[in-house]
């Protein structure tokens, strides 16, 4: 994934509406949703709904599909992934990464002894 291309993503996913539309899109898998659904899901009003589901597909982040009568968009997972690789490639320059959950006991460790900044050789 080219930079500009990461750029467009998260300037499509930074403001709330299309977030909580992209987020209810992956939840929704595979199968994707209607817009009626996502609407009625989000409480967004349909033309608010049509401009943010633009956006994402403008970003590449979503997908559209005519079944029938009815619109399905779906997450594009592969971009989506393709944004998270780019976002996490080469982490920590090879050093030891913070393990899932870890930094948030971690952070409120340094929370309770006040500290709001610290470097990353004292996580350890």
């Known amino acids: 994934m080219e930079e500009s291309d990461v750029i467009v993503a998260l300037a499509a996913l930074a403001h709330p509406a299309r977030l909580r539309v992209f987020r209810a899109l992956v939840v929704a898998g595979p199968k994707g949703m209607t817009p009626g659904a996502l609407a009625e899901v989000l409480d967004v009003p349909a033309s608010t709904l049509s401009f943010h589901l633009r956006e994402l597909m ?27 690789g780019y976002l996490t490639a080469n982490c920590c320059a090879g050093e030891w990464c ?27």
């Open 98 to 124: 913070v393990e899932a959950g870890e930094s948030e006991r971690l952070l409120r460790r340094f929370a309770l002894q006040g500290q709001s900044t610290y470097r990353i050789n004292d996580l350890s």
């Open 58 to 84: 403008r970003a590449g982040l979503t997908t559209q599909q005519r079944d029938g009568r009815s619109l399905i968009y779906r997450t594009a997972f592969d971009r989506m992934n393709g944004l998270m």
